[in-house]
């Protein structure tokens, strides 16, 4: 699968944006499909994951009630909805995606095999 993110750009602090990661090919629905973000000089970390059944959402404790997961199988589309952005928000945003991953390793990079070029996300105070 080859994904392609988009959405990212430069708003206020307590402004919203909403990513898309879209992915080439029929299988969609057989992938987990994460969110991961990189500041400058930090490492690059877990954000959100959906599963690729029942779609149970999974979210790092630094986004939790103010971003939102979903996915359209049918548009072979994920997306993250961000709202109430604070600056420390600011980093590129990765989706990754992978048919393997567990619940042992949906918060980590190495459960995923796919990646998105990134789409940067910048909030300013």
């Known amino acids: 699968v080859q994904l392609q993110a988009s959405g990212g750009g430069l708003v206020q602090a307590g402004d919203s944006l909403s990513l898309s990661c879209a992915a080439s090919?029929?299988?969609?629905?057989?992938?987990?499909v994460a969110w991961f973000r990189q500041a400058p000089e930090k490492e690059r970390e877990f954000v959100a994951a959906?599963?690729?059944?029942?779609?149970?959402?999974y979210y790092a404790d630094s986004v939790k009630g103010r971003f939102t997961i979903s996915r359209d199988n049918a548009k072979n589309t994920v997306y993250l909805q961000m709202n109430s952005l604070k600056p420390e928000d600011t980093a590129v945003y990765y989706c990754?995606?992978?048919?393997?991953?567990?619940?042992?390793?949906?918060?980590?990079?190495?459960?995923?095999?796919?990646w998105g070029q990134g789409t940067q996300v910048t909030v300013s105070s």
């Open positions: 959906i599963k690729r059944s029942q779609g149970s959402t």
């Open positions: 990754a995606a992978d048919t393997g991953t567990i619940l042992s390793t949906i918060r980590d990079i190495r459960g995923y095999d796919h």
């Open positions: 090919g029929d299988t969609f629905r057989s992938y987990t």
